[in-house]
């Protein structure tokens, strides 16, 4: 599923005390001869609220259901984010589809000025301070694949170090 980023890290569920949260239930109508056939589809993000998420995407006839389908789903695709004293180490730009999404490290203190699907997928990651901006479309499904393009994005000091083979006193200082 992540095949297209670099340094991406997988991780296993087992022995991870994960939080699930509901980002939105949508009904679906199918329209058939007989009538319209009901169903839901439902986006969940989990994460130990330590740099661990993931996302899925069930679809049932009830909700319980949809949202039980989600979050196993969601548990098939962890993967750990860098964080840094909070916070994201740098400010990285997302896109999926017509959702673009905008975030950028915040002093302590800050918060998560973020909403709706934005703010559900970095309170999971674990983020305590941290700003962003929706540009574009507000759908949530788009909105969460557009905020785990840029989660999957960020690096650390230590993953540019290592990928350039220069100590960590010169990616600071030139």
């Known amino acids: 599923m992540y095949q297209k980023y670099k340094n991406v890290e997988t991780v296993k569920p087992g022995g991870l005390e994960l939080k699930d949260r509901l980002v939105g239930v949508q009904r679906v109508t199918k329209v058939t001869k007989g ?3 009901f169903g839901f589809s439902a986006i ?19 909700v319980a259901e949809a949202i039980s389908k989600s979050v196993e789903d969601a548990k098939k695709n962890l993967v750990r984010i ?4 909070g916070t994201i180490p740098h400010e990285q730009k ?5 959702a673009r999404v905008l975030l950028m490290p915040a002093s302590t203190g800050t918060g998560v000025i973020a909403g709706g699907a934005i703010r559900a997928v970095l309170e999971a990651v674990g983020v305590h301070d941290v700003l962003s901006k929706n540009q574009g479309s507000s759908n949530p499904h788009n ?3 557009a905020t785990f393009d840029a989660l999957l994005q960020l690096r650390s000091a230590e993953t ?3 990928q350039r083979g220069i100590s960590m006193d010169k990616v600071f200082n030139g």
């Open 94 to 98: 997302g896109k999926f589809g017509g």
């Open 82 to 85: 860098p964080l840094l004293k």
């Open 143 to 145: 909105v969460v694949k």
């Open 160 to 162: 540019v170090a290592k």
């Open 44 to 62: 969940v993000v989990v994460g130990d609220e330590n740099g661990v998420v993931g996302h899925g995407l069930g679809k049932s006839k009830e």
């Open 35 to 37: 009538g319209r056939a």
